[in-house]
């Protein structure tokens, strides 16, 4: 377990030695160009800030690199969540820490309370990480043959915009055996034993359901899910589609379960309720990214709490956000 002592969490430049032997471990990277080394990028030592009432003479500027190629300066953070931040990096990589080592999460009031930022900086900070947990798409879909695929779908909060259906004069209901029509709804895959995404859909039907099936598992895979007619005709795609019988009773029938994708939403919602209290339906794909990040990454496959902040760190680059862009939706 990491000690919050370290200097990479109190001291800046600790933090930026730190931070940049995770991003360039084997030498500086222009974000600008790409050039890479000693031989295409200098450092620049003894540089200065411009003037200002508190530093007269300029700040030093620690960590500044000029490309040989493009002729452009950058530091470690450019081009990544942590640009253009007045907050100082072992601020940021405390957080980064925290928010990577806790199960369910941590409050933005309880990062405002702990490392002394405003708690609208604490909520920024958060969702900037959040960004930066996203994965980049090149991991493949989960499973393969021989392999478990679980599918589920998870009816959480309630919407803020009521939803209704184009083909019905009112809404659907709870009363009208509609499913969670007025609630969030949440579709889920995990490979057993392995790793989940979950997903965030305006609404569950058979198409929606599908795309996010061929997507993201292989279908020679095993699909196993409940009752639910969501998945009836997709499962014929896969080398073979099992289910139990939730509304009987039955949760297990031999390997035959959906087990750990409800491990996945248990989680999920523990989190929600006991940690987080209220999130926004523009923000909450951003939520299922954070829970999936630090599950596909649990003990479990080998991940202790420091290498799991490194890899969040590695994962920074080409992923900016601003505050104007934070509550755009993000629907599946």
Known sequence: ??????????????????????????????????????????????????????????????????????RKQFTVTVGTVFERSKVPLNKWLLATYLLTSSKKGMSAHQLHRTIGVTYKTAWFMFHRIREAMKEDGTSGPLGGKGKVIEADEMYHGKRDVPYKSPNRRTPYTKSGKSGGAQKRVIVGLIERGGQTRTFHVNVATKKTVREILVKNADRKSRLHTDESRLYTTTGQEFARHQTTNHSAGEYARGDVNSNSIENVFSIFKRGMIGVYQHCGEAHLQRYLTEFDFRYNRRTKLGVDDTERHNQLLQMIGGKRLTYRRTGEARLA
């Open 1 to 70: 377990m990491t000690n919050l002592t370290n200097p990479i969490f109190q001291n800046a430049d600790a933090a930026r030695e730190h931070l940049e032997a995770q991003r360039w471990p084997e030498g500086a990277v222009c974000p600008h160009c790409g050039c890479v080394g000693d031989k295409h990028v200098t450092a620049i030592k003894g540089a200065r800030s411009r003037p200002s009432t508190a530093h007269p003479e300029g700040k030093e500027r620690k960590g500044l690199y000029q490309c040989n190629g493009c």
